[in-house]
């Protein structure tokens, strides 16, 4: 099965806002409500940010959120911080089987 | 706490077996689906498969289908990941997953990382 697709990198400044997509199929993104996002650090395991689409694990800021309209989910950071700078995955349950994004490289300028 | 501690680095040769541990702690493991994910050196993440210690059910990703295997002992709250015969291209980490507070297959239990080389 193919991987979901997210630009390879993003940026902006401390402050602002920035929105990373994530572009799949309706036999995945389009046909079910459970996108998550993920945050890696270099040289450590990734971290949910995101599930169900929009939904934020206890302990994630919420400057965190999610959204999906059609087959495009998407995850927006606002009031960007240092420690945002990472690495992020979208994922998609595709009926039995899960599939990832190529992962997009924040870079906080 | 809830965790799952994976077993150490191992460095195999191509051809050569190995099987991999994930032990959760801190929750109900048969209660909860228990997944893996690969991570090639500088790549993404890569879903394996996923199994339920509960009552064994195990699904896989058609790319790993075949190429692995995922089992459980509900009575040492383990999980494994399982391979015959290596190939350098196996050299990656390999990540447990666990699907405790979050649902919708999100993971928002994570093991340390179990870095597997496989070179001759």
């Known amino acids: 099965q193919s991987a979901l697709t997210q630009p390879p990198s993003a940026s902006g400044s401390p402050g602002q806002s920035v929105t990373i997509s994530c572009t799949g199929t309706?036999?995945?993104?389009?046909?079910?409500?459970?996108v998550s996002w993920y945050q890696q650090h270099p040289g450590k395991a990734p971290k949910l940010m995101i599930y169900?689409?929009?939904k934020r694990p206890s302990g994630v800021p919420d400057r965190f959120s999610g959204s999906k309209s059609g087959n495009t989910a998407s995850l927006t950071v606002s009031g960007l911080q240092a420690e945002d700078e990472a690495d992020y995955y979208c994922?998609?349950?595709?009926?039995?089987?899960?599939?990832f994004g190529g992962g997009t490289k924040l870079t906080v300028l | 706490e809830v965790q799952l501690v994976q077993s150490g680095a191992e460095v195999k040769k191509p051809g050569e077996s190995l099987k991999i541990s994930c032990k959760g702690s801190?929750?109900?493991?048969?209660?909860?689906?228990i997944g893996w994910v690969r991570q090639m050196p500088g790549k993404g993440l890569e879903w394996m498969g996923i199994?339920?210690?509960?009552?064994?059910?195990?699904r896989y990703s058609p790319s790993f289908q075949g190429q692995v295997t995922i089992s459980a002992d509900k009575s040492i709250s383990t999980a494994y990941l399982q391979w015959s015969s290596l190939k350098a291209s196996d050299t990656a980490m390999y990540y447990c997953?666990?699907?405790?507070?979050?649902?919708?297959?999100?993971?928002?239990?994570w093991g340390q990382g179990t870095m597997v080389t496989v070179s001759s």
């Open positions: 801190g929750y109900s493991f048969t209660s909860y689906w």
């Open positions: 199994i339920y210690p509960g009552d064994s059910d195990t």
């Open positions: 309706s036999s995945d993104v389009g046909g079910y409500n459970y």
């Open positions: 169900e689409v929009s």
């Open positions: 994922s998609s349950y595709a009926g039995s089987h899960v599939v």
């Open positions: 997953v666990g699907e405790v507070a979050a649902t919708g297959r999100a993971f928002d239990i």
